[in-house]
C-alpha cells in the first residue's frame, strides 16, 4: 500500500521547468511540477516515503505526491482526456500524441536501438553522433518519468538528441503516446533518422531469468522488426559487476535475445580500441555507480550499438 508521510519543504536544491530537487524536513525528494503542480520553499506537502524507507538503490529519494498548500483544486490539461496510470491514485488525463500527429505506416528501415538500462542512452547516443537527428522514446521497465533523466537533458544540449518521447506506462515526456509502435511511427514520419529506446533510470530487477524491465528492449525490437525497422540490441556487458549473472554478456541480453522474433543486431565492441572515450566525453556516465573507468566493457558495448546503428541510417 502506499506509505505518504505529511511534511514541509524544507530546502530548493535544484528547480528545472520540469524537475524540481528538494528536501522535505531535510529528507531528499524530487517533484514533478508538470504533474503535481508548482512547489515552493514552506509548503506543506505529501510526499510517498516507501522507496526511500525501503533502502532502494535506485530510488534514493521520496516523491512528492500532493502539494497541499498551492497544489489543490488543479484543472485537468485543456484537451486532454487520455488518461496516464488509469484507474491509480495517481491517474492524470495527458494529451497523446497519436491523437494529432501524423504516423507512419511503416517505418522503412529505421534504425532502432533498444537499450535495457537507461545507463546506456549516453553512449548510445554518442555512438549515433552529432549528426543525426534523433528520437528517445522511454520504455517502462524503469523510472516512468522521463523528467527524471538528468542524461535526457544533457545530450539535448550536446545536440546529440533532439526529443524525448514517453511510451505506454511512461509519461511527462516532450510528447506523449499511448504506444510504442506508434512512437516509433512518429519519429519515422517526423523525419527522425533514427531511434534509441530505454527503459527510464532504475530498472525493475528480480535476478530471475525473466523478472526485469530490461525485457521492454525485446518489446521495442519485436515492434520495430514488425514495422520494418531495424532493430539493434546494445549488448549490456560489465567485466566488473559482483553478480555472475552480470558478468560478460548478461543474462537480460539473453533473455531479451531469447524473445525477439526477427533480426535483431548486437554490435560487437573492443574497449580499447572503439574511440569511444573519446566521443562519450563530458557525458553522465554512470551504472550502479561505476564509470568508464571501473567498467569501461559496459560503455563500450553501448557506444557499440550506436555506431551499428549509425551505419544502419539511409
Known sequence: MLSLRRGQVSAIVEQLEELVRLEVDARPSVAYPRLTGPVALGDDVLVNVQ???LGLGSGGFDVLYANLTRGLGLPPTEGAHVIKLPYTPLQVAVPHAEESERLAERLDGLPVVCCSLHSQLAPVCAGLGPHLRVAYVQLQGGALPVSLSDAVRA????GLLAVAAAAGACLDGDLDFVTVAAALAWAR???YEAVACAPGPGIVGTGSFLGHGALAAADAANI???LGGRPVLAERRSEADER?????????TRAILALCLGE???AEADAEESGWREACAGLPLD???RGPEED???FAAAFAAGRLARRLVR
Open 51 to 53: 522507496a526511500l524507507d
Open 155 to 158: 545530450l539535448k544540449q550536446r
Open 189 to 191: 514520419a517526423a523525419g
Open 224 to 226: 520495430a522488426s514488425a
Open 244 to 252: 555472475e549473472r552480470h558478468r560478460g554478456t548478461s543474462h537480460h
Open 264 to 266: 535483431v543486431r548486437v
Open 287 to 289: 551504472q550502479m555507480g
Open 296 to 298: 569501461p566493457a559496459f
